[in-house]
């Protein structure tokens, strides 16, 4: 307050006027934010300086200029500068003697300024200027801060009441009002009387001593008591609709987070479903660098048994040529025999023995190449016991064509020309066997492309079918927005519709069933999504029908293409016998690898059930939304009801007073 005090002293001096001690005396020891004038006698201009400070004054709350003897224009330079002023809330001019001027300048006042709730006038002249208290009513018909005014003593006639009770049906504001010890009169509480009805605010009118009947204090006392209950259920609403709001803000934030919770659960299976696919991705590279060592193994396998039939080959050929230099030897030693009989004898016995010795050499090495044919079946396990056998065989047989060498000179042309033929043939055979494993490489190639492509098939039909999920989910978070920005909008709307008056009760009701038609539209397109998100989840049910269907066919296929790589195999040597059993651990490999496909189908099962579940929550929320509109429209329609009695108890008794009043009879003469 120095601060205060030392700018109205500098205001004073600037306008050439002394300031006045006894205010600098009040000015001193003020508290803060009341400013307290009462009982001093202001001049003008001291009311000056002080207007022109309250303009800018954002420190006092409240004013007290009772019993100040301002005049007319100190009256209307103070409450010039209250005009522009915003913080202060309680103003007092008691006993101010304030008429025609006074009125109209608080009517400016009332005009201008929004910040204003308590009005104390009493013992003023207000009332005895009809025209400016009229001005001065037309101006509170038109504030909408203004809680409390005291007209105590103000010299109102009964055409100043019915300037009031015209103002009354305007002001949605005021709360209470004094009007004791005036001159109202009968006419003057008739008029306050009816204006009642439309005002839905005002709970406290004083009529003490004003010559108003006792039934139409009575009925402005019931009136007050119905305004009361009103301000009362109006309170008891809103704190209602703040608990609700309360409550709806709680729901919102509960169901935002398990939408959170939801996402991330979405987001952790992704992730899992992502690696498993990278982990099913790098298995089948696995399988198909173990199948690429198969074929390799195959190959090494095949190289192999083509040498080892060459060698049996070579061996045959060399038994016929054996064979073929006996049968020459023989018919040598019959021609020697018929002519040197007795001379070669022994030689002839040699020779037997010898050719005893080449028989059993023979069938042995007809036995050994039984042996090596039957060892052949199992190359894997006994390669190296048919490498030393045939070494053996080599060896032996190098041995008996070194003993036959000397008797098998003359064949060795021959066998030159049989070995020519036997290369071109082995040559043949080596030919067709290298186009029959081409063909077959080929077809096992081809086949290892056609199952590429299929995994790629159900790599980009998997990439679809999570497309459609995130499709899914963005439709349901956008359906979420939407519904939440609706949610707000009818937030919004009841707020707004609580702000407003009592007064337009009927227009809210409006409004109310206006948002509720359009939260049952919104209803009903949730529900129209949630059948089409189920349609969309049947839809994705079908493609996962269709994509099974294709994994059996394909199940099929790999069991045909299995069939025939066994037929095949089985044509080239049983050794590959055990090269089916790793293939068929390799079909058990890559039917886990199907299970863990049908693992995450039912997951996506899963999350569609989740999501199934989330969207029935939605609807549970919204029932229970529409349960609470439905309650609180009872709850207005039981109010209006009320409203309704309460104002038929009202004509009612205006009608009982009017009717047994004793100025009936003289009506028709006025």
């Known amino acids: ?60 709350t409240e004013l007290i200029l009772s019993d100040c003897m301002l005049s007319e224009e100190g009256a209307a330079l103070l409450l010039q500068g209250l005009c522009a002023n915003t913080v202060v809330r309680f103003l007092d001019l008691k006993g101010n003697n304030l008429r025609a001027a006074g009125a109209e300048a608080l009517g400016k006042l009332l005009r201008q300024n929004k910040s204003i709730q308590s009005l104390t006038l009493e013992w003023n002249n207000m009332g005895a200027w009809e025209d400016a208290f009229a001005t001065f009513c037309r101006a509170l018909a038109d504030n909408g801060a203004l809680r409390q005014l005291d007209l105590r003593n103000n010299q109102i006639s009964h055409k100043g009441a019915e300037e009031l009770a015209l103002a009354l049906t305007r002001n949605a504001s005021l709360q209470q009002l004094d009007l004791r010890w005036n001159d ?89 479903m992502a690696r498993s696919s990278r982990a099913s991705a790098i298995r089948v590279g696995q399988l198909q660098e173990a199948l690429n060592e198969r074929h390799s193994i195959i190959n090494a396998l095949k190289a192999k048994l083509q040498m ?133 490489t080929r077809r096992l190639e081809e086949s290892e492309k056609a199952m590429q492509e299929r995994v790629q098939r159900l790599e980009a039909s998997r990439l679809s079918l999570e497309e459609e999920l995130s499709r899914v989910k963005a439709a349901a978070l956008s359906e979420r927005g939407q519904a939440e ?25 409006r409004l109310l069933a206006q948002a509720r038609d359009e939260a049952q539209s919104a209803c009903l397109q949730q529900r129209q999504t949630v059948a089409e998100a189920q349609a969309q989840a049947g839809q994705l049910g079908l493609q996962v029908e269709g994509l099974r269907r294709r ?66 929550d939605r609807e549970s929320e919204n029932a229970s939304l529409r349960e609470k509109l439905r309650l609180k429209e009872a709850e207005i329609a039981r109010i209006r009801e009320e409203e309704a009695q309460r104002a038929s108890f009202l004509q009612n008794a205006v009608l009982a007073y009017v009717q047994g009043s004793p100025l009936r009879a003289m009506s028709p003469q006025k």
């Not at 001690?21 to 009311?47: F, I, K, M, W, Y």
């Not at 010559?211 to 209602?240: C, K, W, Y």
């Not at 920005?485 to 009701?509: C, D, G, M, S, T």
């Open 485 to 509: 920005e609706e949610l707000i909008k009818a937030k919004n709307q009841v707020r707004l519709e609580e702000q407003q008056r009592l007064a337009h009760l009927e227009e809210k009701l």
């Open 308 to 440: 080892a039939e060459a060698a049996l080959a070579l061996s045959e050929q060399k038994a016929q040529g054996l064979g073929e230099l006996l049968a020459t030897a023989e018919q040598e030693q019959r021609s020697l025999a018929q002519r040197q009989a007795k001379e070669h004898r022994l030689e002839q016995q040699e020779a037997a023995e010898r050719e005893s010795k080449l028989l059993r050499d023979l069938s042995a090495a007809n036995e050994k190449t039984l042996l090596l044919r039957n060892q052949v079946d199992e190359l894997e396990r006994k390669v190296g016991s048919q490498q030393e056998q045939l070494f053996l065989a080599r060896q032996e047989l190098t041995n008996t064509a070194a003993e036959l060498k000397t008797r098998a000179i003359q064949a060795e042309e021959r066998l030159e020309l049989e070995k020519k033929r036997s290369r071109q043939s082995l040559e043949d055979l080596e030919r067709l066997r290298a186009k029959e494993i081409e063909h077959l």
């Open 551 to 616: 994994l059996q066919e394909l199940q099929q296929e790999l069991s045909n293409k299995d069939q025939e790589k066994v037929a095949e195999v089985t044509r080239v040597r049983v050794e590959l016998r055990e090269q089916n059993g790793r293939l068929q651990a390799e079909l058990t490999a890559q039917e886990a690898l199907r299970e863990k496909v049908a693992a995450l189908e039912r997951q996506l099962k899963v999350i569609t059930g989740d999501h199934r579940e989330a969207l029935l």
């Open 184 to 272: 109202i009169g009968l006419l003057g509480g008739r008029a306050l009387v009816n204006c009642l009805p439309r005002n839905k605010t005002l709970w406290r009118l004083e009529l003490a001593g004003n010559n108003v009947p006792g039934d139409i204090l009575r009925a402005v006392e019931q009136a007050m008591d119905h305004n009361r209950d009103r301000q009362t259920t109006f309170r008891e609403n809103q704190a209602r609709t703040h608990v609700l709001s309360k409550e709806v803000q709680h729901l919102q934030e509960e169901k935002s987070k398990q939408f959170l919770d939801l996402m991330e659960t979405i987001e952790k299976q992704r992730k899992e």
């Open 1 to 60: 307050m120095e601060e205060f005090r030392h700018s109205y002293s500098r205001l004073c001096k600037e306008s050439g006027a002394e300031p006045q001690e006894t205010v600098l005396q009040q000015l001193q020891g003020l508290p803060r934010g009341r400013l307290d004038l009462a009982t001093q006698s202001l001049t003008v201009d001291t009311c000056r300086a002080l207007g022109e400070l309250l303009q800018k004054e954002t420190l006092l």
